[in-house]
């Protein structure tokens, strides 16, 4: 299979034009999310075109509004974990494949500084595959370590951070771990809890790790309660570490998503459509953004967070650059 990179020129966000590695080959396991036009009008979505490495599809865990649900509708395991094995033969260990992708994205060189993040996490749990003989992180993170360009990042709910712990030279990983009030996380993400995510947090940021988080998606709830229980959890992440990026994304629905889900409780929360899927409504939204945002640079001096897949409309009622969006998913 030719792994010929295929290249675009994209408009940035702020204005300016790039060279840039669109896809590796036939795009099965490096492609870049480009879906989303650039923000013209206030209600288009803001977001950075970032690259995707996809190593594997599915996740262990069963979080209520799990998009993956819908996306993975028609893959024979549904969201059950697996591998992206080569489509020439199954004999193939998976890793030669995403080695041989990645090895041919190290090698493009485009004008300028072009510095990438490649998110593992799109369409996994960047860390559902640790307990198997040779651990995904022991896998990709030396594989990045053998250049000083790109990172790549891992983005989770699990706790399970014992392999990343036995890494030593790790300068090119970012782990991101995506966080939720305790109430919500308890009432609608089957993963392990908070607690134990902070925990984990704590332990690969005290080993060195770059770590970035994701309080996504935001609910609403309990309604005599949310505001004062993002705030714990605002406080409980600074007792345990200073993470270098906070992005924060509210609870929003695909048609597909709603469809496939077992547990709908949570859509009642969702009265505006949007062409993102169902959404919570504006006025809610930027309450719960606000509110947190707000916590974070009066409590805190923090000014390093960004909203995710959000419209400009809500980037510039919060009186927020979305040009400079550095959000989870890029450098």
């Known amino acids: 299979m030719s792994l010929t990179p295929r290249l675009k020129e994209y408009l940035l966000l702020n204005g300016s034009r790039k060279l840039l590695v669109q896809q590796i080959g036939d795009g099965s396991i490096i492609k870049r999310f480009d879906t989303t036009p650039y923000p013209k009008n206030l209600n288009d979505i803001v977001c950075p075109h970032y690259l995707e490495l996809k190593w594997a599809i599915g996740c262990p865990f069963n ?21 992206k094995f080569s489509r020439e033969s199954y004999d193939i260990n998976p890793y030669e494949k995403i080695e041989r ?47 000083k360009t ?16 036995e890494i ?50 935001i609910v609403p709830w309990p309604a005599n309660s949310w505001k004062k229980d993002y705030c714990q959890l605002i406080d409980d992440i600074f007792k345990n570490l200073y993470p270098e990026r906070i992005t924060l ?42 509110t947190i945002i707000d916590y974070l640079e009066n409590e805190y001096g923090y000014s390093a967070f960004a909203l995710c897949k959000e419209p400009r409309i ?7 650059d979305w040009k400079k969006c550095k959000c989870n998913c890029v450098w």
């Open 101 to 147: 992708h990645v090895r041919a994205f190290f090698r493009v060189i485009l004008p300028g500084k072009v510095r990438e993040v490649l998110n593992t996490g799109e369409l996994a749990d960047s860390l559902m595959y640790e307990t198997v003989e040779k651990p995904f992180s022991k896998f990709i993170i030396p594989l990045f370590e053998s250049q």
């Open 314 to 320: 809500m980037w510039e009622s919060l009186v927020m």
């Open 63 to 83: 979080c209520a509004w799990c998009y993956l649900q819908g996306t993975l509708r028609f893959q024979p395991r549904w969201k059950r974990p697996t591998f």
């Open 150 to 165: 790109h990172k790549v990042l891992f983005l989770t709910k699990s706790n399970y951070v014992k392999n990343l712990l």
């Open 249 to 290: 994304g509210s609870l929003r629905g695909l048609q597909s998503t709603i469809n496939f889900a077992k547990d709908k409780s949570w859509t009642i929360f969702l009265k505006e459509t949007s062409k993102w899927g169902k959404r919570i409504p504006f006025k809610t939204r930027f309450e719960t953004f606000k």
């Open 168 to 217: 030593e030279k790790h300068d090119q990983t970012i782990i991101s771990f995506s966080l939720n009030s305790y109430k919500v996380a308890a009432r609608w993400e089957k993963a392990p809890s908070v607690q134990e995510r902070l925990k984990a947090a704590k332990a690969v940021f005290e080993a060195g790790y770059e770590v970035r988080l994701r309080i996504d998606p």
